[in-house]
């Protein structure tokens, strides 16, 4: 076999899953979420080690000018009348941005910038988001599958969860079966 010939990694387009390759996975639990529902209670009582989300990278360069590849599995759930999501970041170095496209499920991707408009994107099957720099992201869950995302962010960028402490402008929460967007001031 042709030496200069690599076999790169591979991912399943419909679930996500990474094939032939080293992946990272981290996974965030209910107990690791405190305080970042609207319902504290109502976390407090689902199982501590009920998985929320995971996350599952590729073990790739961290140099200067790399991209990170990874992909996040979001469950279905509720936090009382709140879709399950992730905790939802900026950037440690807020100018860089990200691309994340959905893969399977439907959801919403919450984005805000620092002034703290709120706007949402659909997130589906196909669906492309372009994140741009100084705006926080989150994805939330409100199908009845697993929402799954391929993101894809320069290795520099690092995560600011500090900076959300008092949330995002905006919850989304199921009321009378529909999908209804809250405004939190
Ligand atoms: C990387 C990125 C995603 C998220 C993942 C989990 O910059 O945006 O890989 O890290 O969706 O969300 P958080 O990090 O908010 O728990
Ligand atoms: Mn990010």
Redesign the pocket.
Known sequence: MNPLLIKPPVMDWLTGAFAHTSALKKS?TAADLANVFSDEHARQRLDPNLII?S?E?LDSSRDDGAL?T?V?H?NPGKVGDEFFM????Y?ARREQG?V?FGLRGSGLLLLQDEDGNARLETVMPGSIHI?SGYTA???INTGNDILS?L?V?PAV?G?N?AALQHGFALSVKERDRQVQVVSND
Do not use: K, N, Q
């Open positions: 965030t989300y996350v990278m990170f990874g996040t979001l992730t905790r939802g970041h950037h990200e994340y994140i992201h989150r994805l995302a993101a962010w960028a995560h969860y």
